[in-house]
Nanobody, 115 residues
Framework: VQLQASGGGSVQAGGSLTLSCTAS????????MGWYRQVRGPGRELVAV???????NYADSVKGRFTISRDNAKQRISLQMDRLKVEDTAYYYC??????????WGQGTLVTVSS
């Protein structure tokens, strides 16, 4: 599975950005897809995830502001980020989790929110 992320950039606090991630390869093996973010250091925070069952989870810090959507026909997920805060500044990574337990990662895309 290969993941190609797009979107990101710079915006002022209160603004909006959209991230997209398109999957190719063995798509049928994918269960969950979503976004992590990393500010600094080795740890990544799960931002939002959508499962093949339709279930969606969000980090508490983004609930009500971010919306993840999944288009199975286009093999793509999107993350609509509204009312962005300075603390949302991070590298965002798209990922896909296979039923086998394997994880695949897209390249990081930088989101910068200025005050």
């Amino acid at each position: 599975v290969q993941l190609q992320a797009s979107g990101g950039g710079s915006v002022q606090a209160g603004g909006s950005l959209t991230l997209s991630c398109t999957a190719s390869g063995s798509i049928a093996t994918i269960n969950d897809m979503g976004w992590y973010r990393q500010v600094r250091g080795p740890g990544r925070e799960l931002v939002a995830v959508t499962f093949s069952s339709g279930r969606i989870n969000y980090a508490d810090s983004v609930k009500g502001r971010f919306t993840i959507s999944r288009d199975n026909a286009k093999q793509r997920i999107s993350l609509q980020m509204d009312r962005l805060k300075v603390e949302d500044t991070a590298y965002y990574y798209c990922y896909a989790g296979a039923y086998s337990g394997e994880y695949y990662w897209g390249q990081g895309t930088l989101v910068t929110v200025s005050s």
